[in-house]
């Protein structure tokens, strides 16, 4: 780690979970000084017990570059070996209509596998880190307002303030506090003040994005061992760890085994939330597993039957922003993670575009060494950011936005066609790359990318030292490195 006292920033990073804990990791391992105020507190986090991540090949690559992952994923999560699509017909078995086999040429391709990993652990994991690397963790601080600097004395300090009117003050906020995010509404504010147009945004991304306003969902925790005692569930553990994944009349259920002890079951609205939905904290007790089942009488009998071995569901409601900016205007504040995302909780990318806005940021800002070049060059490190996630965040929220709708058509022309089309690829076995690569091509895209190659690829085209006296990028003067 880099000497903090010859190359430091401030940053306070709001909200504990894996966002804010991977963004505080990468800033403390460069030598920032970094706090963590998450409002829960300790014990209520090593309790929780609940919920599952999914690791894409694109979150693979960065996770690996911590220290112990290969440990980690040894000890606590489980390799998944493709998706299989399944058609739900009430009072019928349900019917495999697609899959997608993650071959291992293609993913050798990729240079990474996909995982399940129940979220306690992989947090846990992050956490260890930020301790033994010095980053500050503050429990029991909810965060109720950020002060921000207001021309013309836009270099003052920042504040985090709690109910309590305690403050913390640093250099620049990372809001990492989640889809009900505190920070967001700094950004919101500044949105609906100015009105701006996202130039970076093709229209059908736009539609795509505004069909839904609110994505609502679902999450169930089963332990392996019931799914071990019941001789119709038990076959769900054997052989290949698939994605399974179930298609209703408005919604999906996607179930896997996360680990050695843990199975989870996760339904998603393709549509708009239901009268009496309700949104509900990560940390909360939960909802009797009832509540699931409700929204599951036209699936399979294995499905309600694994729904009814799980004693709390725990919902979410997210409401989709689409945010033209990431960064607040007077670059000090800056959102990651679901605070900054409309990428259901329940999809492929959750969790993998926290770790890209992390590592992207952390790049950036790793590029200077004293500390008079990073406050010069903070408001650029921070456009770049903006540039950089951009583009790759708005691609990756239609393309989950795109596979949610798709997987809870109603019945109808639409859903026959999506099913004579997944059908095709139950006969790909011995298919060649190309043809693998042809069918499989939009989701496959997602996973063909390294937050650190494009913050490379950047410097290199708008940043490199040659190009640095004169600079002028996104309305921020860049100074020289000199």
């Not at 006292?5 to 401030?10: A, C, D, G, I, R």
């Not at 909810?142 to 013309?152: A, C, D, H, I, M």
């Not at 999506?418 to 042809?438: I, P, V, Y």
């Not at 063909?448 to 990028?473: C, K, L």
Request: glycine share 8%.
């Amino acid at each position: 780690m880099t000497d903090s006292s010859t190359s430091t920033l401030k940053f306070v990073v709001t909200g504990g979970g894996i966002a804010g804990l991977i963004c505080a990791y990468l800033l403390r391992e460069i030598g920032h000084d970094v706090v963590v105020l998450e409002k829960s507190s300790r014990k209520e986090q090593v309790t929780s017990d609940h919920g599952g991540v999914r690791i894409p090949p694109n979150m693979m690559r960065l996770l690996q570059a911590l220290p112990r992952t290969e440990e980690l994923l040894e000890a606590k999560a489980s390799k998944c070996a493709g998706i299989l699509f399944h058609q739900c017909k009430e009072g019928e078995r349900a019917e495999l209509v697609g899959k997608m086999d993650f071959a291992q040429e293609v993913m050798n391709d990729l240079g990474c596998d996909f995982y399940f990993i129940p979220h306690k652990d992989l947090h846990e994991h992050l956490y260890t880190l930020c301790i033994e690397c010095g980053v500050n963790l503050i429990h029991e601080f909810e965060v109720v307002e950020v002060q921000t600097s207001k021309p013309p004395n836009g270099n003052g300090p920042l504040r985090v303030m709690n109910k309590s009117g305690d403050f913390v003050t640093g250099d620049i906020i990372i809001g990492a506090d989640g889809k009900n995010s505190v920070v967001r509404k700094i950004l919101l504010t500044e949105e609906d003040e100015t009105e701006e147009v996202d130039s970076n945004t093709s229209d059908s991304e736009k539609s795509s994005l505004s069909t839904i306003k609110a994505i609502v969902g679902a999450t169930l925790s089963i332990p392996i061992s019931l799914l071990k005692s019941d001789p119709e569930l038990e076959p769900l553990l054997r052989g290949e760890n698939h994605w399974m994944v179930y298609m209703g009349n408005g919604t999906s259920i996607a179930m896997a085994r996360y680990g050695p002890d843990l199975y989870l079951l996760d339904l998603t609205y393709g549509q708009h939330p239901l009268p009496g939905d309700k949104d509900s904290e990560w940390l909360a007790p939960g909802t009797p597993a009832q509540s699931v089942l409700d929204k599951a009488q036209e699936y399979d009998g294995r499905v309600q039957k694994l729904i009814n071995l799980g004693k709390r569901s725990h919902w979410n409601i997210q409401t989709v922003h689409a945010l033209p900016r990431y960064v607040s205007k007077l670059n000090q504040v800056v959102v990651v993670g679901d605070a900054a995302h409309s990428m259901y909780i329940n999809g492929t990318h959750n969790t993998a575009a926290s770790f890209e806005d992390a590592f992207t940021l952390s790049r950036l800002f790793s590029r200077f060494s004293s500390t008079q070049q990073l406050k010069s060059n903070a408001s650029f490190f921070l456009n770049s950011y903006q540039q950089i996630q951009q583009k790759r965040t708005r691609a990756m929220e239609t393309s989950e936005m795109n596979t949610m709708l798709l997987l809870g058509i109603p019945p109808g022309i639409e859903r026959e066609g999506r099913n004579s089309g997944f059908k095709l690829t139950l006969h790909l076995d011995g298919a060649d790359d190309a043809t693998l690569e042809r069918v499989w091509a939009g989701y496959v895209a997602q996973f063909d990318y390294d937050a650190r190659d494009a913050v490379d690829e950047w410097w290199m085209t708008w940043a490199r030292p040659g190009n640095r006296d004169s600079s002028i990028i996104g309305g921020v003067s860049v100074i020289s490195t000199q």
